[in-house]
């Protein structure tokens, strides 16, 4: 498995879970985005994940079931994962994670996110052309 391939879907993962709770109002620090504008931003940055699960079909393993829930990754090892048994278990394991768990990894995001070009990309995905100069 190519492990450059998992790092860029993992730093997806990582912003769909910090727009998810800038979403739900759950974040003190948001890039500056409104809870409104994240969850505009998810559908664009969803396709984004869509495409790359797609066009690199990994294998996940049990070894990924031991550290999903601490790197905040369970759902998306789910979604990844071919054996169907695994692909549950990770499942269930993504539906334990605590908020606060959830809130702890999007921290550690903004530190990354807020100057990303990532961030810039989905903004002006969502921007509508026609609503400059007015």
């Known amino acids: 498995m190519s492990t450059s391939g998992l790092d860029k879907i993992h730093k997806l993962d990582e912003a ?71 692909k549950n278990d990770l499942y269930e394991k993504a539906q334990s994670v605590s908020k606060k768990r959830l809130v702890t990894c999007a921290e550690l995001t903004t530190k990354w996110l807020c100057n990303d070009p990532l961030l810039k990309e989905l903004q002006s995905q969502v921007e509508s052309p026609t609503s400059s100069g007015l």
């Open 16 to 86: 769909a879970n910090f727009l998810m709770l800038v979403s739900d109002g759950e974040m003190k620090s948001t890039c500056g985005l409104t809870p409104s504008v994240a969850l505009n931003l998810m559908q664009p940055l969803h396709a984004l994940i869509d495409a790359e699960i797609e066009s690199s079909k990994k294998l996940i393993t049990a070894k990924h079931l031991a550290n999903c829930a601490e790197e905040c990754h369970c759902g998306l090892y789910s979604d990844l994962a071919q054996n169907n048994q695994l």
